[in-house]
């Protein structure tokens, strides 16, 4: 059973900066794309960043220029760096991995940012 394990959120004032985690324990076969998801308090789920195998890239509008998504060489661990965060990015983000191309088959269960002015 795949498992993805979100670290790094918390509480932050405007302008502040973040760096989520995300990993799989004990797989040692790499996603094919990783990506992070956020949700704010009473809004649908929506797509922040994702990355492929080889290394493409994809950002939702708000993220771009201010959030950057890595992972290591393994491709089971994923990294969101978030700049100059502002109250509007309150929320959960989730972690979300698969090892094909079509919807995330794997989900974490999130982890919190609060960002106060």
């Known amino acids: 059973q795949v498992q993805l394990v979100e670290s790094g959120g918390g509480s932050v004032k405007t302008g502040g900066y973040l760096r989520l985690s995300c990993t799989a324990p004990?797989?040692?076969?790499?996603?094919?794309?990783m990506g992070w998801y956020r949700q704010a308090p009473g809004k649908e789920r929506q797509f922040v960043a994702d990355?492929?195998?080889?290394?493409?890239?994809n950002y939702a509008d708000f993220a771009k220029g201010r959030f950057f998504i890595s992972r290591d060489s393994a491709q089971v661990t994923v990294t969101l760096q978030m700049n100059d965060l502002g109250p509007e990015d309150t929320g959960v983000y989730y972690c979300?991995?698969?090892?094909?191309?079509?919807?995330?088959?794997?989900w974490g269960r999130g982890t919190q940012i609060s960002v106060s002015s």
């Open positions: 004990g797989v040692t076969r790499g996603f094919n794309q």
């Open positions: 990355i492929r195998a080889l290394g493409s890239q």
């Open positions: 979300a991995a698969s090892r094909g191309t079509g919807p995330y088959e794997y």
